[in-house]
């Protein structure tokens, strides 16, 4: 069984990459940056997550505030932001321990959404026993849902 953290990279460049901050002025653009998220724009929020995440762009690594701009996203739906915080815990990350079941939560919200890399990887965590009891029927499930999308880690892995 693999697990599928490919998406997670393309995600992270994407929205990461989208933030624009000025060489002279990277706070005052940050302040900027962070006014927009906190009124509710999830692709800032989860490019300032990869941000703190990577600690790039002019600010400092800290994945205690990555999780919190994941995190605000995520509970505004957005499945890119549940499957990072689901790939993220499953991990495990500098001072964020691997927790399967807050994994596992987290993937079955973008799951649910459609979002077949997540479906990919719950089919792991179940075929494995991450944090759940081993069930290769709910693993056959979930891998057979991210393969009818072309998930070829999930087509693998049946």
Known sequence: ???KFSLLVTIGLTCFSSLTFAADEPHGDLVTLEEKANAGDTKIQIGLGFAYYSGDKGVPKDMNKAIEWFEKAANQGSKEAQFILGATYLDGK?????????AREWFEKAADQGDAASQSNLGSIYAKGKGVEQDFHKASQWFEKAAAQGDDTAEYNL
Do not use: L, Q, S, V
């Open 1 to 3: 069984m693999r697990f």
């Open 94 to 102: 500098d001072n964020i321990p691997k927790d399967y079941t807050k």
